[in-house]
């Protein structure tokens, strides 16, 4: 008999570094911290892969979907045509 398995995906997640955050991100940010009372704006601020994971780990899910951000920061790099993905 064949167990069934579920799977939990967060389906809408992103990920950047403080460098991207533009002033008007950032004012957004602020907004969200204040509103749900957060004393610490770094943790808000990190969004590295790192973190990710460590959030995904800590909530029990299983895969996510990265959606791209909408900021046309020129600082972001570019992605590299080398790049690949990795499965956690």
């Given at each position: ?79 590299s045509p080398t790049a690949t993905t990795t499965t956690v």
């Amino acid at each position: 008999m064949k167990k069934e398995v579920d799977m939990i995906v967060d389906a809408h997640c992103h990920m950047w570094l403080e460098e991207w955050i533009e002033k008007d991100m950032l004012k957004v940010i602020e907004s969200v911290q204040e509103s749900l009372g957060l004393k610490d704006l770094g943790n808000i601020m990190r969004g590295d892969v790192e973190r990710l994971i460590a959030d995904m780990d800590e909530a029990g899910i299983d895969k996510t979907v990265l959606l791209p951000s909408t900021s046309s920061s020129s600082t972001r790099p570019e992605p590299s045509p080398t790049a690949t993905t990795t499965t956690v």
